[in-house]
């Protein structure tokens, strides 16, 4: 039988029992567009196809080859790998799609939606229910408050002061319903609960909380699945890293996030539709296997110190973030802020299309939305003084609070007057009950009129019959911890770091160009022609010339500091979206680095080390070379660990010319060992700088300059070992090992610690939250 006459056949359904997509039987036996030739034949290729190999293969529409051009891509040659596309038609083919998208983009996800109901395929939908909600958090109160040592976390548990934290209600038994395909708009006056809330059902909220009550989706409690991966809170700070552009920025998420149940779903499209004899739309295929790899431009997300993206578009990345991701329900807080009324109009409105197509479930908490805003959503939650006051269709909103006896306006929003009516400053310009006096209803009143009223009434009753389980979608609720494996993570996570890494270049050059210079001023200070190998106070001079440049290799890691601090309000956000664990952040922020380490310690050590006049032995040479080098990588660890610990940049700087004041005095030159007092010594033999000073001097007063007995001294210790015992030194040659070893040792140490930091530390609440 030929291709086109394949082509035109039809085929049974086959039934898939173990599929977590089949919902239903009823498709299209045949495709309802006539079919040419040519046409036919590409679909018949493209259906012989093993089902791994047809999900990622596409029929491109006719493009403009060029530089970058896939091989037989061109101009819309027959059947393709859409991951070998060259970037040119990526960006034609994604253009030309999204710029339909744009100016249709209900359309668009109409098209899609039509795609997978016509093989019988449902999207998981999920409800959100939350009963008896509670959080109270233990506040300080008067002086308490204020940072001192008297109030500090450790005095409280010494109990040096009386506890002076008092409980403080922010919900109070609060319960609802979130619909999925209908946008909920939240909304309430400042300090009425609405983050706690949001953090709430997303199963976000501080372990600091009292919490009690139920948060279930689809019937299932959180502790069925992971809340994390399975909805997304998306704050109202957009946190990104700026070096980044948009591009790799939603790349970089949907690789540490997977498709989820995604690719689950596009294998059993094309299996249903190769067995229905359905071709479908060859834009909608394409595009559909070509999402999340082209969607984004390439341009810099930017900070405050780079330029980059509008706060309109910075905030679309936010949400993009978790959109590639496997989050089914969105909650997202005061996502207007620093945006136009125009703009946030278009971001609602875009997402609204989405929730209602696509079954999505969405509750947005916005600030005095504009009436064209408002008017896009379907429910109103109503949140004041931690209380619910009304939840349930916005049509109705209007009506209850007439039946309380107040009515918005005809020229005021809506929204505006929501938030205005149970505030005891503004609600008596809304009374309308001519015939009774005025008088304040404070928002108890306002939450015992919503339970009689038929709105309130409905949702109780809905709440009494539990979630029928056996409708919740198999793939609506996502188990896994992690989208993809551990060494997926990692390398997601190298990826970045040596993309990072080119674009903060001018850092690491800066540093190296730093080295040079003070090795240049080194030489001046310590040059050759006058450094004398003739006294034990000669020594001392090679001595100092050596732990100058043991201090200038430490003093090279302080920019780690900047670096690890600057990046941590991003790695926080992710790590609580469970993008990736904290080893998989730490090991490419330390193993990658390692190789600009060379260069860095080279530039020094190769200038300085034959103009200064150390031990001209090739092998003394390198030795020294080896030692800088890992004593770069324990000072680089040391502030890499002091940044994550401190997570404020303030803080770190603090605590870090601290370490490095403690190190200095007690490290053996500054005051040799002897000269430390008893309660001190302990600071000197955990000092790196001190394993340092002994292997660097070891290896070069037991060189061949050194080795010299003076005849004004009856000892015959060499010239190199008196150098040694008159500094504090060990003289012995294993001190070199001991002092690699240890520098060797607590590279890992501080890294291990640094780890530690970032899985257990919680984010600065005043720069993250």
């Not at 395929?121 to 940072?147: C, D, K, Q, W, Y």
């Not at 302990?682 to 050194?706: C, D, K, R, T």
Request: proline letters at 4%; hydrophobic letters at 45%.
């Amino acid at each position: 039988m030929d291709a086109t006459a394949e082509i035109h056949k039809v085929a049974s359904m086959r039934r898939d029992s173990g599929s977590i997509w089949r919902r239903g039987d009823d498709v299209f036996s045949r495709s309802s567009r006539d079919e040419d030739d040519e046409e036919a034949l590409r679909w018949a290729a493209l259906e012989k196809l093993p089902t791994y190999d047809r999900v990622r293969r596409a029929i491109l529409p006719p493009l403009d080859g060029g530089e970058g051009a896939a091989p037989g891509a061109a101009a819309g040659k027959g059947v393709v790998d859409v991951h070998g596309l060259g970037p040119r038609e990526r960006r034609a083919l994604l253009e030309r799609l999204v710029r339909v998208a744009d100016e249709d983009n209900e359309r668009f996800l109409l098209k899609l939606k039509d795609r997978l109901e016509r093989v019988g395929i449902e999207m998981p939908t999920i409800e959100v229910r939350f009963e008896h909600l509670v959080a109270e958090a233990e506040v300080r109160v008067g002086n308490s408050g204020l940072p001192t040592v008297l109030n500090s976390e450790a005095a409280n548990a010494l109990r040096i002061l009386p506890n002076r934290k008092r409980t403080m209600p922010i919900l109070h038994d609060v319960s609802g319903i979130i619909k999925p395909r209908r946008m909920t708009l939240l909304l309430g006056p400042p300090g009425s609960g609405k983050t706690t809330l949001l953090l709430a059902l997303a199963g976000r909220l501080d372990k600091d909380l009292k919490v009690s009550g139920n948060v279930t989706y689809n019937g299932h409690g959180m502790e069925e699945f992971v809340p994390e991966r399975t909805a997304a809170y998306i704050s109202q700070h957009d946190l990104h890293i700026g070096e980044m552009t948009v591009r790799e920025t939603l790349a970089f998420s949907a690789r540490c996030q997977g498709v989820g149940t995604r690719f689950d779903m596009l294998t059993e499209l094309s299996r249903r539709e190769k067995a229905a004899n359905i071709k479908p739309d060859a834009d909608i295929d394409a595009f559909m296997k070509i999402l999340g790899l082209e969607m984004c431009a390439d341009t810099m997300v930017g900070d405050e110190m780079l330029r980059g993206i509008s706060g309109g578009q910075r905030k679309r990345v936010t949400t993009g973030e978790m959109l590639v991701g496997p989050a089914k329900a969105l909650f997202m807080d005061e996502i207007s802020t620093g945006l136009d009324s125009s703009t946030t109009f278009q971001i609602v409105n875009s997402l609204r299309q989405s929730v209602h197509i696509l079954g999505g479930t969405a509750v947005i908490s916005l600030l005095q939305p504009a009436p064209e805003t408002y008017n896009l959503f379907d429910d109103i939650i109503l949140l004041s003084d931690g209380q619910v006051v009304y939840q349930g269709p916005r049509d109705d909103v209007l009506e209850f609070f007439e039946s309380v006896g107040f009515k918005c306006p005809e020229r005021k929003g809506v929204a505006d007057f929501l938030q205005e009516v149970t505030s005891k400053k503004d609600q008596k310009q809304y009374w309308v009950r001519g015939d009774e006096s005025y008088r304040f209803v404070p928002v108890k009143d306002f939450v015992r009129a919503f339970q009689s009223f038929h709105t309130g009434r409905a949702i109780r009753k809905e709440l009494a019959v539990p979630f029928d389980k056996s409708k919740s979608h198999p793939a609506a609720l996502t188990t896994t911890r992690y989208g993809v494996s551990g060494t997926e993570l990692l390398k997601a996570n190298i990826g970045r770091e040596i993309l990072l890494m080119k674009r903060n270049s001018f850092v690491y050059m800066f540093r190296t160009f730093q080295l040079i210079l003070m090795s240049f001023i080194a030489m001046t200070l310590f040059f050759r022609t006058k450094m004398k190998r003739d006294s034990v106070t000669n020594g001392g001079i090679y001595m100092g010339a050596l732990f100058f440049g043991v201090l200038m290799i430490m003093f090279n890691g302080f920019s780690e500091l900047a670096l690890t601090v600057f990046k941590l309000p991003v790695f926080f956000k992710q790590r609580d979206l469970l993008f990736y664990p904290a080893w998989a952040y730490t090991i490419p922020s330390w193993i990658l680095k390692i190789p600009i380490t060379f260069v860095e310690v080279g530039g020094y050590v190769f200038i300085t080390y034959y103009v200064m006049g150390f031990d001209p032995n090739v092998g003394r040479f390198f030795k020294q070379y080896l030692l800088m080098l890992a004593i770069n990588q324990m000072a680089a660890s040391l502030f890499r660990f002091i940044g994550g610990a401190a997570r404020n940049m303030i803080v770190a700087n603090v605590f870090a010319s601290f370490m490095l004041l403690i190190f200095m005095v007690l490290g053996g030159f500054i005051l040799v060992r002897e000269k430390v007092k008893k309660w001190w010594i302990w600071g000197y033999w955990i000092s790196p700088l001190m394993y340092a000073q002994n292997a660097i001097s070891v290896n070069e007063f037991f060189g061949h300059s050194w080795d010299k007995i003076l005849n004004s001294t009856a000892s015959n210790e060499t010239l190199g070992v008196q150098v040694l015992k008159y500094r504090g030194v060990f003289p012995e040659a294993k001190w070199y090992w001991i002092g690699l070893g240890a520098m060797l040792g607590y590279t890992l140490l501080f890294n291990a610690l640094f780890t530690l930091a970032l899985t257990y530390l919680k984010a600065m609440m005043d720069r993250y939250e």
